[in-house]
Structures are given as C-alpha cells and as structure tokens.
C-alpha cells in the first residue's frame, strides 16, 4: 500500500475517533442549556371593544375597550384604536385611528376606557377595532 493511502486511513480514523470523542460532550451541552423562555404574549390579544357608538351631541365615534392585564407583571399598555365605516377595510383606503394610553394595568385585573375619534357622517354605521398595541412592563 502507497503512503498517500496510509495517510487517507488514518485521517479517517482521527475524524472517526474526534466525532466518537466530541459528538457525545456537544449533546451533553446541548441537553443541559435551559430551556428557552416562552414567548410573550402579543399585546392585541389583552385588549378587546366592548362598544362602538356615536356620540350624540358631537357626531364623534366613541369606542369602549376593556384591557386585561398581562400575567408578565403591570405595565402600560398604548393602544391603537381603528374606525372604519364597515368590519372589512376597503383596499386601498386610509382608515381613522386614534392612540390610548391605559397606564398601571395590574396582572389579571380589568381596566376599562374610551377611545374618542372623529367627527362621523350622518346615517352612516361605524365600526371601531383593535388595530395594535403595545405593552410596557412598568420597571
């Protein structure tokens, strides 16, 4: 047998012997890390519409919403309240939104506000809906 055949063997077996030797330590260290944390909840899931109406004395679409804390600890909450004049957005149009911040939302507890949007067309049926939100753990 050649040289070049002998060397071809034996750098097989170093690899053969490096794998028997490092492949268990790698699945010993791959077994042991902690287990990742779960992911956080989106925000948007926490927040619902209780009402949608027009207020009467200002034609102003009044949404009501009800926050459920979020079980990572209290925090604020920035909610992104959309109104649209049906439940399916039309393409291509821009939809009225309005910000509301619900600060010193404890974990499970129910807190309860009101989103103010635009002046609404007469004979005309709105339609409010949680566009986003965003949660900030208070530190």
């Known amino acids: 047998m050649s ?3 002998w060397q071809g063997w034996l750098v ?9 030797v490092f492949a268990p330590l790698g699945l010993y260290v791959w077994a042991s890390a902690e287990p990742a ?3 956080a909840r989106p925000a948007v ?16 679409v009044v949404a009501a919403m009800e926050v459920t804390g979020s ?3 209290p925090g604020t909450y920035v909610v992104t309240v959309e109104f649209r004049d049906t439940a399916e957005p039309a ?12 600060p010193g939302v404890a974990p499970g507890a129910r807190e309860h506000s009101e989103a103010v949007g635009p002046v609404w067309p007469v004979a005309t049926a709105a339609w409010c ?3 986003g939100a965003e949660f900030t753990p208070v530190p």
């Open 45 to 60: 899931e926490d927040v619902r519409i209780t009402g949608c109406r027009i207020d009467a004395a200002s034609r102003r």
């Open 37 to 39: 944390p779960a992911p």
């Open 3 to 5: 040289a070049l055949k």
């Open 91 to 102: 393409p291509g149009t821009r939809t009225a939104q309005t910000l509301v911040r619900v």
């Open 71 to 73: 079980p990572a600890g």
């Open 129 to 131: 809906g949680v566009a």
């Open 12 to 20: 097989g077996l170093v690899v053969l012997a490096g794998m028997l």
